[in-house]
Structure formats: structure tokens, C-alpha cells
């Protein structure tokens, strides 16, 4: 069964480093997010792509997040400096065709961030 | 702004028991909505989709209803089983275009 690939799946780092996170969604699937969960919350969009577009980004803290797709296929996520309040679960999910309006949404294993 | 809401946020029942987990939005605007399983420190993984034209959705022991003009959906769970025990998230997506969630209702299914 086709899975949505996110790595690394832990990862620890001081505070001010820069950190990165890569995805690769189901093969064929235009539509790519990338939510961030705090513990015992819901998943919050930080970043929408469509192919290699950028289609709603108004959450991301453009200060220090950053985030590509460059081919319209997989995607990095980076933060620069991370910040303690960044630690979280990072997750990504993949809709097919134009994930538009009825698309349903299939999401990684997701990876966890602690800033120390 | 969509908000969703999740009661009760936990849940703890005898193995065997049927239940329902409620999900309420405020708009009902929606293009679809969508249940979702989250084992801990895991992603989540979708349990089932119900489209803004549908009533409800069913797949083995889940069924998912939606009432679209009272801001609803309940998801029911028939014959619970202690590997039903997880954190369910309800997510709805309207004119955005971007799903929004819920913040969970905590299963704990007793042996």
C-alpha cells in the first residue's frame, strides 16, 4: 500500500540550530501539506503546495520556516534558528489530483522535534 | 473562522461497548469531512471521508454520519476492542480549501 515517506522520524536539537524535515507523498498525489501538532492538539496547516506552488502558506512563520517543492514531488521543511517553542510533531500529508475540494487527505508517520 | 470541537476530549469504556465520539463546526459551508485514527507518537491515519452530499460513511465496525445544516458528525464505533484505543480527530474542509481539526477525543477501551 502507497504511504506518504517522511525522515528523519526523531530529532533533538539545541536551540538556534537549524533543523530540516523531507517528504515524499503518495506517487501521483499533486496536492502536499505540511501541518505541525503541538502535544494534545489538532494538527495546524503551516504550509499548502499544489505541484510545485505554493498555495497557502499564511501560517508559516516565514521568519524562520521555510518550505520547498521544487519538482512537485517531495518536499523539505526547514527552520532556521529553531526555537524552543518549535517542538512538535511535524507531519506531512499527500491529497490526490487537484486535492482541491473532496480530495481526502493520507498522512506520514510524522516527525518529532525537540528543541533543548 | 471554521472552528471544530471534540466531546468529550477523553473516553473510557468496558470492552464490548458500543459508542459515540461527537464532532461539532461552526460553518457549515463544508466540502467534506474526515475521521481520523492517532496511535501516540504516530501520524494519523483516515478512518473515513464523508463528502458534503453524503449522510454517512461505513467501513467494518465504524460508522460516520454528518449533518451538515447543525454543524455535526458522530462517529460511531459498534463492539469496541482494546486496539481501538487511540486518539480520534475529526477534520473538516470548507472554502479554504484547507482541512481544520478538532483537538481529539482520547480512547481507552478496557480489557
Known amino acids: 500500500e502507497a504511504e506518504v515517506a517522511q525522515s528523519p522520524r526523531y530529532k533533538i536539537t539545541e536551540k538556534s540550530q537549524a533543523v530540516a524535515f523531507w517528504c515524499d507523498p503518495i506517487s501521483g498525489h499533486a496536492t502536499l501539506y505540511w501541518y505541525r501538532q503541538i502535544l494534545g492538539q489538532g494538527p495546524e496547516l503551516l504550509v499548502q503546495?499544489?505541484?510545485?506552488?505554493?498555495?497557502?502558506d499564511s501560517q508559516l512563520p516565514k521568519d524562520r520556516f521555510s518550505a520547498e517543492r521544487l519538482k512537485g514531488v517531495d518536499s523539505t521543511l526547514k527552520i532556521q534558528p529553531a526555537e524552543l517553542g518549535d517542538s512538535a510533531m511535524y507531519l506531512c500529508?499527500?491529497?490526490?489530483?487537484?486535492?482541491?475540494?473532496?480530495?481526502?487527505?493520507?498522512f506520514g508517520e510524522g516527525s518529532r522535534l525537540t528543541v533543548l | 473562522k471554521q472552528e471544530v470541537t471534540q466531546i468529550p476530549a477523553a473516553l473510557s469504556v468496558p470492552e464490548g461497548e458500543n459508542l459515540v465520539l461527537n464532532c461539532s463546526f461552526t460553518?457549515?459551508?463544508?466540502?467534506?469531512l474526515q475521521w481520523f485514527r492517532q496511535d501516540p507518537g504516530k501520524g494519523l491515519t483516515s478512518l473515513l471521508l464523508?463528502?458534503?452530499?453524503?449522510r454517512e460513511q461505513t467501513s467494518g465496525r465504524l460508522n460516520a454520519s454528518l449533518d451538515k445544516s447543525s454543524g455535526r458528525s458522530t462517529l460511531y464505533i459498534a463492539a469496541s476492542q482494546p486496539g481501538d484505543s487511540a486518539t480520534y480527530l475529526c477534520a473538516v474542509k470548507g472554502g479554504s480549501e484547507k482541512l481544520v481539526f478538532g483537538k481529539g477525543t482520547k480512547l481507552t477501551v478496557n480489557p
Open positions: 464523508i463528502q458534503s452530499s453524503q
Open positions: 500529508a499527500s491529497s490526490p489530483g487537484t486535492g482541491g475540494r473532496t480530495g481526502e487527505l493520507f
Open positions: 503546495f499544489q505541484d510545485e506552488s505554493v498555495v497557502d
Open positions: 460553518d457549515s459551508a463544508i466540502y467534506n
